[in-house]
């Protein structure tokens, strides 16, 4: 259902992840970041002021041609860990002498309805409670104003699902949700016309270690059925072992998968409620009669 939140993450991992994770882009999340940026050649708009949804992890390298994009655009970089705050201010703060021909960048929450876009690279797939994720941003955005995210698809890492599954380990991470969910959620929270479009990209790596550490650098294991003790290196090197037998692409390096998926869509006018009940005088209702006038409309 569209409510429901995902059944495969640790909320206290999510939460201990969002506080750990480190300062930096990983390269994947930068390379999404420019493909995605590529899709605002779609968009025409032209918003008085945007947001930058956690860019120290999203993809710092994306900022700067966003906002050569919309040059006169107020900036809004959200990051509510300390620790990536202060690395999103060291690296987009506006020096003073800029302030002078274009807005400044402001490091800190964006007023309800102050921005007309909301850019969000590579975050939602590691949300606890992707909704309360996906309200906060319709809070930001203005009506008519527009969100554009990225996030891991269903067939991220299936290659190194299927080793640990063949070996009876538990699973390597959480589940990722598949893009018409993500569709049905956006539609759920207020959004309207959501158009979403996925792409797989193949990483390969010249060995077991250095794969190793391009997955720690990209996330955390979330699911509650993970390994859960500390493993040796008895372990490690076990799994280096399967990871060079198992993964090998035609090349002879060691190949992963990971589905990108892409999502856009617009923040609506609230629709006009009506009332459960109206009350109408026996004179009005008599004028509306002859006068062939609906309930609600004026009574000259």
């Not at 993450?9 to 480190?22: E, K, L, N, S, V």
């Not at 708009?45 to 930058?52: F, I, V």
């Not at 490091?107 to 309200?135: F, T």
């Not at 941003?137 to 699902?161: K, N, Q, Y």
């Amino acid at each position: 259902m569209a409510s429901d939140r995902p059944p495969t993450i640790d909320p206290i991992a999510a939460a201990r992840w969002q506080q750990r994770a480190p300062a930096a882009s990983p390269w994947l999340h930068d390379e999404v970041a420019r493909r995605m940026a590529e899709r605002l050649e779609w968009i025409k708009r032209q918003p008085p002021a945007w947001a930058h949804w956690e860019p120290v992890r999203g993809g710092l390298a994306a900022h700067a041609p966003i906002s050569a994009r919309y040059p006169r655009a107020r900036c809004y970089v959200v990051e509510d860990e300390p620790r990536r705050a202060e690395a999103a201010r060291r690296a987009l703060s506006t020096p003073w002498w800029r302030r002078l021909r274009s807005p400044a960048t402001e490091i800190g929450p964006v007023p309800d309805g102050g921005v007309q876009m909301l850019w969000a690279n590579m975050a939602l797939h590691l949300a606890a409670d992707p909704q309360a994720l996906m309200a906060r941003w319709h809070r930001a955005l203005a009506v008519d104003g527009f969100l554009m995210f990225s996030c891991l698809g269903p067939d991220t890492l299936r290659e190194l699902r299927a080793l640990y599954a063949q070996l009876g380990w538990p699973p390597p991470s959480h589940e990722f949700t598949d893009m018409h969910d993500w569709g049905d959620m956006l539609v759920h929270g207020g959004f309207a016309e959501p158009v979403m479009d996925m792409e797989r990209i193949t990483l390969t790596f010249d060995s077991p270690a250095r794969l190793l550490a391009e997955l720690r650098g990209l996330g955390a294991n979330l699911h509650p059925g993970r390994f859960a003790a500390w493993r040796g290196r008895g372990w490690r090197a076990a799994l280096e072992h399967e990871l060079a037998r198992a993964l090998p692409g035609a090349d002879g390096r060691l190949a992963l998968t990971f589905e990108i998926i892409y999502g856009h869509a617009f923040k609506p006018a609230p629709r006009a409620r009506v009332a459960e009940h109206s009350e109408f005088s026996l004179d009005d209702m008599r004028a509306m009669l002859q006068g062939g006038k609906r309930a609600g409309e004026p009574i000259p």
